[in-house]
């Protein structure tokens, strides 16, 4: 298979989401005490209206999130994250198994966990807003092997009517190319908003391999499958 780009014909509005931290470690297979021993900092990107930043920074970790929707200023994204929230809501109703996280038994606590996120974020931007960059992929204002570790959640695999395969290609060289040599990049979800699995995993590690990138896929609780990349020297 080729791996092609061209036009979406219609393209799925992109959910601005404000998870918390804790939520980024279950989905990346990560720990606290892991993000307190990086010895650089995290890009987040997309960062949306998520609280890593805020919370990370207690943790002695320097996150930098990158996004476009923070040319729009902290406020107006936060609204937008609000209205994402009341989607989640709605969809967390319909299908709780699917949308609902294993370790949330409620859903108001886990959306509760969304709104101080999106606090926390509102607050911080506003004090740091060298943290908060607008700029979208595939192209980042970021020295190449800037970060230690690379995160990217809900966006590449999760909306292929924005990202076609050859767009997923150079968004991943991308975060790999600001990501220190002996750093990873990781990304989550491996499938688009209706669950489905992208058909093309296995031509996109071949691409990869190509520009010496090394791609393995890492399955985290309830089963996650997080595509984990790093340079190949």
């Given at each position: 298979m080729?791996?092609?780009?061209g036009?979406?014909t219609?393209?799925?509005p992109?959910?601005?989401t ?7 470690c ?8 892991a ?8 890009l ?16 002695g970790?320097?996150?930098v999130?990158a996004?476009?929707?923070y040319a729009?200023?902290?406020?107006r ?7 994402g929230r009341?989607?989640?809501a709605?969809?967390?109703h319909?299908?709780?198994a699917r949308?609902?996280p294993?370790r949330h038994?409620?859903?108001?606590k ?18 740091r807003?060298e ?5 979208a ?11 230690a570790?690379t995160l990217s ?5 999760a909306y292929?009517?924005v990202?076609?395969p050859a767009d997923?290609?150079r968004?991943?060289?991308?975060l790999?190319?600001v990501t220190?040599p002996g750093?990873?990049v990781r990304?989550?979800?491996?499938h688009d908003?209706?669950?489905r699995?992208?058909?093309?995993l ?5 691409a990869l391999?190509h520009?010496r990138?090394a ?9 996650r499958?997080?595509l ?6």
């Amino acid at each position: 298979m080729t791996l092609t780009s061209g036009p979406p014909t219609v393209a799925p509005p992109v959910l601005v989401t404000s998870r918390p931290l804790d939520e980024y470690c279950a989905l990346f297979g990560l720990t606290r005490a892991a993000l307190g021993r990086l010895t650089g900092p995290v890009l987040d990107c997309p960062g949306g209206a998520a609280g890593l930043a805020a919370e990370a920074r207690e943790l002695g970790c320097e996150v930098v999130a990158a996004d476009p929707g923070y040319a729009l200023g902290p406020h107006r994204l936060a609204a937008l994250a609000a209205a994402g929230r009341d989607r989640m809501a709605e969809a967390i109703h319909r299908e709780p198994a699917r949308h609902l996280p294993a370790r949330h038994r409620r859903p108001d606590k886990y959306l509760r966990s969304w709104d101080r996120a999106r606090r926390l974020f509102a607050a911080d931007a506003v004090a740091r807003p060298e943290r908060y960059i607008a700029a979208a992929l595939p192209r980042l204002p970021f020295a190449d092997g800037t970060f230690a570790l690379t995160l990217s959640s809900y966006l590449l695999f999760a909306y292929p009517a924005v990202f076609a395969p050859a767009d997923q290609l150079r968004a991943l060289r991308e975060l790999v190319r600001v990501t220190a040599p002996g750093g990873e990049v990781r990304v989550y979800p491996l499938h688009d908003h209706l669950s489905r699995p992208c058909p093309h995993l296995t031509e996109l590690h071949a691409a990869l391999r190509h520009h010496r990138i090394a791609a393995r896929v890492l399955t985290t609780d309830r089963a996650r499958r997080v595509l984990v990349l790093r340079r190949r020297r």
